[in-house]
């Protein structure tokens, strides 16, 4: 396995702390502006490849009218695990329905050169145990993972019944049958008992409205909709960076030949331009790279797993044991730090940074041990982490005004971490040219041209990185009506903010799961891990319900309460007013009621999943009603039964569960 190569042992340097704290604010104060969150908009029919799909052709098909047991829209690494779980629980007829044209998500849609997750594959990518896949790298590339979704959908059975170019229009529930019906665009109009709702947090792209932006006359595409028919290469191209370390980067995969005699701009250097730039650097005739805020880039440290080692770790349950075990390496304490370091499988970027925090907190005294105290620990220490991020720019960097202006000033977490080897050395090319717009962004565009600060720079091409809609309600980003009991419109029950119990249980809306970040576990960096323990908690309380003989399940109105006070009364917001702003802090904008409502479980994600699995794992559903005997009374189907089997077999495995099982006498 790979090492992280950093060198994290330096011992740190003496950092004026005021000073750093005063560019901070300044570097945020000269990016505010009034227009925060509506200074997006979504991609307009100018961007090539938004009619449709440009990876599959959409085939002709038969509307669907028949009824399944589980419908779960969203295709993604959500709706596979909901399908893994639900599946594994005995649930025989599984519908996913998706808008893409097979599994993956946004691993479906971001197939730009480059693209790698940021996490190590090991703990990202769900199933490994239960697929018996072993991931070839450290950090997999965009295609391997996307043939895991599919290797994931084949592995259940998912496929058989799967409705993909398929996008829902609405999900109305029939009161009198106690069921969902499901209507879509191309014709169906089919039946659930239970639905899940997966939409993701990335996506709708959004880009920047730029003054002038749709007379620009040259190309222009969003990196989650990439045209390889005008850059050349394919999803291949994905390995031209990335693969190596920063002594021997590797260049694999197809050229975007059709792009060395182009003048390209790419908008954006978050996570995503992070990973686009090296491989239109190798590419491009000329590279412009607009930049607004620099991203932080650490050491990546990529490499091949070794099968052998990998043998010595894959003793059954080994995906289970590292998931826990990154969760507790990956977070920072909530109290003191025990006295010893745990033991850290993953070892990489985002373990050392709680690493860093554990070896700080070790220093306060336990009395000593106040919010206040803690604060200026982690202060210290996230000054001196960017100090060490800042310095890597001048050593990689050769020209030194352009590693200047690629610095960041602020704390690592006001925006997302990044890792890349290549990134930061792509500047050192003759046709890359940073064009750092001081934190102002693209003025505006002209026929043929970037405009900053009154330069024009003419282009060919414009490529937007620059992310996707997060702030806007989830039932907005849904894209379709869901109504609930008594006709009410999920739109109205979450007009003040989103209401649910855990995250994922809506009073008015039965049978219905809601997989997202807010309102439960946290926006950590696996967010995979989320979508399998909702899922298993999914899967218990559908198993819960038809093993109870009943038809309906719906949290009652006082635990959504009791749980939404809770999260109001829990942290503030972690990524402070301090911040610059990008969609981490709502843009720099206050926080009303409906962000504060989307705030993560106050005790962290550790204790939330550990919370929430001892909920689904007593039989109990604490908070949830069940009510009308299903046709048939009691006679509970055959996958409820070996649902049932299931959770007492876990139970069984932890005498704490034993007492109450669903149906135990
Ligand atoms: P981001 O929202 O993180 O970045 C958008 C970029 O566009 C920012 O650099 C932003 O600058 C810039 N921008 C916006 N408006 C303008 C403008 N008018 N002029 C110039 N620049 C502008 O989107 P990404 O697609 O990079 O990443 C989104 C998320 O996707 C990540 O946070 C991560 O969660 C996920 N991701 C995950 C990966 C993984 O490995 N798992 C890989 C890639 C993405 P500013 O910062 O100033 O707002």
């Not at 665009?185 to 899940?196: S, W």
């Not at 894959?314 to 995906?319: E, F, H, N, V």
């Not at 050769?398 to 000033?409: G, I, M, N, S, V």
């Not at 024009?456 to 997060?470: L, M, P, Q, R, W």
Request: hydrophobic residues 35%; negative net charge.
């Amino acid at each position: 396995m790979p090492t992280d190569s950093s060198d994290q042992t330096a011992p740190p340097a003496e950092l004026d702390t005021e000073a750093l704290q005063r560019r901070y604010r300044a570097e945020r104060d000269k990016r505010l502006r009034p227009d925060g969150m509506s200074q997006y908009m979504r991609l307009t029919a100018r961007f090539a490849g938004l009619d449709g799909d440009p990876y599959l052709p959409v085939r002709d098909r038969e509307p669907v009218t028949d009824h399944v047991t589980f419908a779960f829209i969203g295709g993604g690494f959500a709706g596979l695990t909901a399908g893994a779980r639900a599946r594994e629980a005995g649930v025989e007829d599984i519908r996913i329905v998706e808008q893409g044209g097979d599994f993956g998500g946004v691993w479906y849609w971001n197939r730009y050169p480059g693209v790698m997750c940021d996490s190590t594959s090991l703990v990202y990518m769900p199933l490994l145990d239960e697929t018996g896949y072993i991931p070839t790298e450290k950090y997999a590339h965009g295609p391997e993972i996307l043939e895991h979704a599919r290797r994931i959908g084949r592995h259940y059975d998912l496929y058989d019944k799967a409705l993909f170019h398929t996008r829902v229009t609405a999900l109305d529930w029939d009161e009198n049958a106690s069921l969902w019906t499901v209507t879509t665009d191309r014709g169906d109009r089919f039946t659930a008992n239970f639905v899940g709702i997966g939409p993701g947090p990335l996506n709708i792209p959004k880009v920047p409205r730029i003054p002038g932006i749709d007379t620009f006359a040259g190309h222009m595409f969003h990196t989650s909709r990439w045209d390889f028919a005008y850059t050349g290469g394919d999803d291949s191209s994905a390995y031209r960076s990335g693969s190596g370390t920063e002594d021997s980067p590797v260049t694999a995969g197809a050229p975007l030949d059709k792009l060395n005699d182009k003048r390209v701009a790419v908008i954006g250097t978050g996570a995503t331009g992070v990973q686009i730039v090296p491989s239109l650097a190798k590419d491009a005739g000329e590279l412009f790279v607009f930049q607004r805020t620099p991203s932080g880039v650490d050491v990546r440290a990529n490499g091949p797993i070794d099968p052998e080692e990998f043998a010595r770790i894959a003793t059954p349950g080994w995906q289970k044991r590292w998931l826990d075990n990154f969760l507790e390496a990956v977070i920072p304490p909530f109290g003191p730090p025990g006295p010893d370091e745990p033991e850290d499988y993953v070892n990489d970027g985002w373990t050392e940074i709680a690493k860093r925090a554990r070896a700080n907190l070790r220093q306060v005294p336990p009395e000593e041990f106040t919010p206040e105290r803690v604060g200026a620990v982690m202060t210290e220490a996230d000054f001196h982490k960017m100090d060490q991020i800042r310095a890597r720019v001048d050593a990689v960097v050769d020209d030194p005004e352009t590693a200047e202006q690629l610095k960041p000033w602020y704390r690592q977490f006001c925006k997302r971490p990044c890792f890349h080897d290549e990134y930061l050395q792509s500047f050192n090319r003759p046709n890359v040219h940073l064009v750092d717009t001081d934190g102002k962004g693209v003025e505006r565009f002209t026929e043929h041209a970037v405009v900053v600060d009154g330069t024009k720079y003419e282009v060919d091409c414009v490529i937007f990185a620059s992310g996707f809609e997060y702030g806007s309600p989830l039932h907005e980003r849904m894209g379709y009506p869901v109504t609930g009991r008594g006709g009410q419109k999920l739109a109205e029950a979450w007009a003040d903010g989103m209401r649910s119990l855990h995250g994922m249980f809506v009073h008015g809306f039965p049978n219905m799961f809601v997989v997202q970040n807010p309102q439960g576990a946290y926006f950590g960096p696996n967010m995979t891990q989320g979508w399998d323990e909702a899922a298993k908690s999914m899967a218990a309380v559908v198993g819960g319900t038809l093993s109870r003989g009943q038809a309906e399940v719906e949290v009652t109105e006082e635990a959504q309460n009791a749980w939404c006070d809770m999260l109001l009364q829990g942290h503030p917001h972690v990524y402070d007013v301090e911040c610059t702003p990008g969609y981490y802090n709502n843009e720099g904008e206050p926080l009303g009621l409906a962000q504060r409502l989307e705030g993560p479980y106050p005790l962290g994600p550790v204790a939330f999943f550990r919370m929430a699995e001892e909920w689904w794992k007593s039989g109990e559903f604490e908070g949830l009603a069940f009510r009308r005997a299903r046709q048939g009374g009691d006679d509970v189907d055959s996958g409820s039964r070996q649902l049932l089997r299931e959770i007492r077999e876990v139970a069984e495995m932890d005498p704490l569960h034993t007492q109450a099982l669903p149906g135990s006498p």
